[in-house]
């Protein structure tokens, strides 16, 4: 069956009248979450994960409405850059440098117009991207060995925290912590138990799902009860109701350049959407720099980023549903959800769940059109959302969690493991930790250690026997690369940092 043949059948599956209410819920819901400063993707997909599990939904359509979320926190995240000058996530960040300068000189409709076309041009790049390269990347990873997974964990946790991260050195000690939750749990070469205390509930290990709703959802209820509101940002007026059809457009091709770029960062494992929009941005103000309006308000300026995160958003899929890799903490969270339904992501999904995978793509062009639709005629709704206070969100998280937790094991000591985690995932944003490199460890961690297991198997131990196979050393070479970079970016801010005192 050729892709075409296999996404009209995906087509049948997303259509279905089920999948297409949660694809729209999820687009709607997506936006609003997006929009609302500090929540962001990650948050919001590991929010809304205990729903899909309290409506008893099949895999495909609890993954349909989850990735139709992500899209639309991905749309959401420019609305209140470009309203508040605050960023909905980190990778909207870049859109605040010249969308928020457009807004306060009388364009906010035309800004948020722009962004809404360059986020449907890049994310529909991306969509055609996973239909074309992913199913072969996936025939591609059948030929990877023991060492080569291996190598590709190592090239995930270096970089999961993407080289724009603060401080590499908390992102390598959050996956660390990762590595050492995954160990818990009954050894699986010897069955002996490891850190359970004793306790038989431990001997399975931590329930993914659990721990990404505490570290996330719980997490941000005490973040919220600790600044009881996130801001005393005024927003700019929206100025016309409906932009003009050549504001639209203005955006040009930096539409196009961007969204290249973005879905190549996308692609990479553990890069994610934050590096995609920085560099789309840096390429488009170097290749259309010689007027010197980069900053003040050029449309230009907010269209590269928002094509490239949204480009790359799409883009972190690929390695997710091919390798079992994720590309971005987001995907991170939606691979925790096909563990726990007992789906393998890797290069076999495409010929064992091909109604998942195909009606996973096809739910995504849906979901493209759909957002396109909301975020250009409904704007007016979506910047009226940004002045809702979240303590009306705080206790449907609250509800949503424990319900959603207790309806996976029905174990009350699942609930107090979610408010344990959720504690010490408000403690480690305290003290500057990303909580995403210790999902990526807590989900791959005993996979990588059975891949260890077998290449010293096959090999009678011997470690070199990690180097010599030519797709490891070639990830082993884009880690050194990645993790290079990172270190210089770091070391440039804190200079920079030192020169402004």
């Not at 089920?18 to 993707?41: D, E, K, Q, R, S």
């Not at 399975?204 to 659990?210: E, L, Q």
């Not at 995978?357 to 005629?377: D, F, H, K, S, T």
Request: glycine share 12%.
């Amino acid at each position: 069956m050729g892709f075409l043949d296999a996404l009209l059948q995906g087509f049948a599956v997303a259509l279905t009248p089920t999948n297409l209410m949660l694809a729209l819920f999820g687009c709607f819901a997506g936006t609003i979450i997006g929009a609302l400063p500090g929540l962001g993707p990650v948050n919001g997909v590991a929010i809304l994960i205990p729903l899909a599990f309290s409506l008893g939904l099949e895999p495909t359509s609890a993954l349909i409405m989850l990735s139709c979320i992500y899209y639309g926190c991905m749309y959401g995240g420019r609305i209140s850059s470009i309203m508040l000058n605050i960023p909905g996530d980190e990778p909207a960040i870049m859109t605040t440098l010249d969308g928020y300068p457009m807004a306060q000189a009388g364009k906010a409709s035309e800004a948020l117009g722009i962004s809404a076309v360059a986020s449907f041009v890049g994310a529909t790049f991306a969509t055609l991207g996973l239909t074309l390269f992913a199913p072969l990347l996936a025939k591609a990873a059948i030929h990877f060995g023991p060492a080569d997974y291996f190598a590709l964990y190592v090239l995930a946790f270096a970089t999961i925290g993407g080289i724009t991260s603060v401080n590499p050195f908390k992102t390598l000690l959050a996956a660390f912590l990762g590595l050492m939750v995954a160990s818990v749990g009954l050894d699986p070469a010897t069955g002996t138990p490891r850190y359970t205390f004793g306790s038989y509930h431990l001997y399975d290990g931590f329930d993914p799902i659990v721990a990404i709703v505490g570290l996330f959802a719980i997490s941000e209820v005490l973040v919220y009860l600790e600044r009881l509101n996130f801001s005393e940002a005024r927003m700019v007026p929206l100025g016309r109701a409906l932009p003009r059809i050549k504001d639209l457009l203005s955006g040009g091709w930096a539409n196009l350049r961007g969204s290249v770029i973005g879905f190549v960062c996308g692609i990479l494992p553990g890069a994610g959407a934050s590096l995609g929009a920085f560099m789309s941005y840096i390429f488009e103000q170097r290749w259309s720099a010689r007027d010197g309006n980069f900053g003040k308000g050029d449309p230009r300026g907010i269209a590269a980023p928002e094509a490239g995160n949204n480009a790359a958003s799409g883009g972190a899929l690929i390695p997710m549903l091919t390798l079992g890799v994720p590309g971005s903490g987001t995907t991170a969270v939606m691979l925790a959800l096909l563990i726990s339904l007992n789906i393998q992501p890797g290069p076999l999904l495409f010929d064992r769940q091909p109604d998942l995978v195909w009606g996973l793509i096809a739910a995504l062009y849906i979901a493209n059109i759909v957002l396109l639709v909301m975020n250009i005629p409904m704007i007016g709704l979506f910047t009226r959302m940004l002045a809702m206070p979240q303590w009306i969100l705080m206790p449907f998280v609250v509800m949503v969690s424990f319900l959603g937790v207790y309806s996976i094991s029905h174990s009350t000591f699942d609930l107090f493991v979610m408010v344990a985690f959720g504690v010490i995932g408000y403690i480690l944003r305290l003290i500057g930790i990303s909580l995403v490199p210790i999902i990526l460890g807590l989900l791959l961690g005993a996979d990588m250690e059975n891949n260890l297991r077998r290449a010293l198997s096959i090999s009678n131990g011997d470690f070199t026997f990690l180097f010599q196979s030519p797709i490891a050393l070639g990830l082993y070479a884009v880690t050194g690369t990645m993790l290079t970079i990172a270190l210089v970016l770091s070391l440039r801010r804190d200079k920079d940092v030192q020169a402004q005192g």
